[in-house]
């Protein structure tokens, strides 16, 4: 069982910046952030793996925000910049052994999910 905490989320203006943290009780072999907006599916935010620090990212995120991760204290991070109103969503934090780093059955442990707002 490994267990996840988000931090980090709030609100911003679009344009704005935000950090979301993930702290894990274990080691995962892979690590990824979903978000899900009101009245839409879960999606696929980025993904990290722990052995080689290789990242995905959505199409819809690509150049804003970046994943990362402190293997020595199990924590991943998301930065994101230049935030836009479309980007609010609760945010999840997901861990496993996905092989689709954007499936969400792919991933066997999630966090409680954190909020973020942006505004126009």
């Known amino acids: 069982q490994v267990l996840l905490v988000e931090s980090g989320g709030g609100s911003a203006q679009a344009g704005g910046s935000l950090r979301l943290s993930c702290a894990a009780s274990g080691y995962t072999y892979g690590r990824g952030w979903f978000r899900q907006a009101p009245g839409k599916e879960r999606e696929a935010v980025a993904c990290?793996?722990?052995?080689?620090?290789?990242?995905y990212y959505a199409d819809g995120v690509k150049g804003r925000f970046t994943i990362s991760q402190d293997n020595a204290k199990n924590t991943m991070y998301l930065q994101m910049n230049d935030l836009k109103p479309e980007d609010t969503a609760v945010y999840y934090c997901?861990?496993?052994?996905?092989?689709?780093?954007?499936?969400?059955?792919?991933?066997?442990?999630w966090g409680q999910g954190i909020q973020v707002t942006v505004s126009s």
């Open positions: 990290i793996y722990s052995g080689d620090g290789s990242t």
């Open positions: 997901a861990a496993g052994r996905p092989l689709r780093w954007d499936v969400t059955f792919e991933y066997r442990w």
